[in-house]
């Protein structure tokens, strides 16, 4: 199902499973999601290990500051992972 918005699909993308974080670079909350290219392993494979390219920031956000969350979302998803293996 694609949610559109006055007829259209905003921005000309279909809207999939899009997350938000709260974080300190920046004053509001960042929208993110995965790469279209690997959203079927994201959701589907339980072995799958994202890389950083993987994850896409759709927040409009300086250059520096947008890498900086990405790679602040991709420690986070590593962290969480590391943690569910030791229950």
Known sequence: MTLKVGGKEPFGIKIMNNFYIKTDLHADMVEYR??????HEA?????????VTDIQVVTDLPKE????VRREIYEDILASEQRGETK
């Open 65 to 68: 500051v947008k890498m900086a």
């Open 43 to 51: 959701y589907n494979w339980k072995n799958w290990i994202p890389k």
């Open 34 to 39: 995965y790469n279209p290219k690997v959203t």
